[in-house]
């Protein structure tokens, strides 16, 4: 009974040790990058992430950076300056995600770059090749909360996705594109579009 509560304790000091040097490492890249983390975001594969300076990730939001064994080794994020990403949102980066400057995701948002082929009936999902397709984000998007943006999408300079949108093509610049599946509703002024009534 005595060696099963040292085993224990040992695990719950080791869990908390290791919690500090994750801490720590993120406290160092945010610091070197000169951004945020919010409380409880947990970055996988540290290494692979860049960021630009002023930029926040929320609370709670996970971010996988790729470079598994079942991604090859590929994938990374990165995101440009003054940008900020909502609390609760995941971002899958295995095929890798880049975000541009000045973009605002919403909160509970999923941004994933890979996904799971099905052609062959005869065996089961898992055991059929992922895709991998990097997500591109330009400059000054904004993305409302819960949407979900699928591998090899890109969205262009400008653009309005609607909350709840789910994105599976690419996005003109300028373009507010909202529904499941997310479809171009007008063009914001400036863009060629007429503006928006108030």
Same mark, same amino acid.
């Given at each position: 009974?005595?060696?099963?509560?040292?085993?224990?304790?040992?695990?719950?000091?080791?869990?908390?040790?290791?919690?500090?040097?994750?801490?720590?490492?993120?406290?160092?890249?945010?610091?070197?990058?000169?951004?945020?983390?919010?409380?409880?975001?947990?970055?996988?594969?540290?290494?692979?992430?860049?960021?630009?300076?002023?930029?926040?990730?929320?609370?709670?939001?996970? *971010?996988?950076?790729?470079?598994?064994?079942?991604?090859?080794?590929?994938?990374?994020?990165?995101?440009?300056?003054?940008?900020?990403?909502?609390?609760?949102?995941? *971002?899958?980066?295995?095929?890798?995600?880049?975000?541009?400057?000045?973009?605002?995701?919403?909160?509970?948002?999923?941004?994933?770059?890979?996904?799971?082929?099905?052609?062959?009936?005869?065996?089961?999902?898992?055991?059929?090749?992922?895709?991998?397709?990097?997500?591109?984000?330009?400059?000054?998007?904004?993305?409302?909360?819960?949407?979900?943006?699928?591998?090899?999408?890109?969205?262009?300079?400008? @653009?309005?996705?609607?909350?709840?949108?789910?994105?599976?093509?690419?996005?003109?610049?300028?373009?507010?594109? @909202?529904?499941?599946?997310?479809?171009? *509703?007008?063009?914001?002024?400036?863009?060629?579009?007429?503006?928006?009534?108030?």
């Amino acid at each position: 009974m005595i060696e099963l509560k040292m085993r224990f304790a040992r695990r719950v000091i080791t869990e908390w040790v290791d919690g500090l040097r994750y801490r720590w490492t993120l406290y160092k890249t945010a610091h070197e990058y000169g951004m945020t983390f919010e409380s409880g975001v947990e970055v996988l594969h540290l290494g692979r992430f860049v960021s630009g300076p002023r930029t926040i990730i929320g609370s709670r939001s996970l *971010l996988n950076c790729g470079g598994f064994e079942w991604s090859d080794g590929r994938g990374g994020i990165t995101i440009g300056a003054d940008s900020y990403v909502g609390p609760h949102s995941v *971002l899958f980066g295995a095929g890798e995600i880049v975000i541009g400057d000045k973009v605002a995701i919403g909160p509970g948002c999923l941004i994933t770059s890979h996904g799971h082929c099905f052609a062959d009936g005869e065996a089961a999902i898992l055991d059929q090749p992922a895709r991998f397709e990097r997500v591109t984000i330009e400059d000054d998007v904004y993305i409302g909360t819960g949407a979900v943006i699928l591998h090899g999408v890109t969205i262009h300079r400008g @653009a309005v996705v609607g909350a709840g949108a789910v994105v599976s093509r690419d996005v003109p610049a300028g373009a507010v594109v @909202a529904g499941v599946p997310a479809r171009v *509703l007008r063009t914001r002024e400036g863009f060629g579009g007429e503006q928006a009534p108030a």
